[in-house]
């Protein structure tokens, strides 16, 4: 019985990860505002890009959580996992 609960809590425990597009606008008002066309259904915002970015991540893994949940399908971009190379541009501020 034991090695059933420690064989469950490994596989909560394992994360895959997924690369997403993000759409990041400037703000008029200041700020930034992150969507996905991966992600239908997701917006972020932010007081600096990076910060728009995490909320992004968060409300992704959130969205993903709630189609687990309630038996929903996954967006097609989060339902298989890319395992191929790919290109990320990471912001980096500079004053």
Not at 14 to 38: F, K, M, N, Q, W
Not at 58 to 82: F, M, N, Q, W, Y
């Amino acid at each position: 019985m034991r090695r059933t609960r420690t064989r469950k809590r490994r596989d909560r425990r394992r994360c895959d990860e997924v690369a997403i597009r993000l759409r990041i606008e400037v703000l008029e008002e200041g700020g930034y505002l992150a969507t996905s066309p991966d992600v239908p259904g997701l917006v972020a915002e932010g007081r600096s890009i990076m910060e728009a970015v995490e909320i992004a991540q968060g409300l992704t893994r959130k969205i993903v959580e709630s189609c687990i949940e309630h038996g929903d399908p996954l967006p097609p971009a989060l339902s298989r996992l890319s395992k191929r190379r790919f290109d990320l541009l990471v912001p980096v501020g500079i004053r």
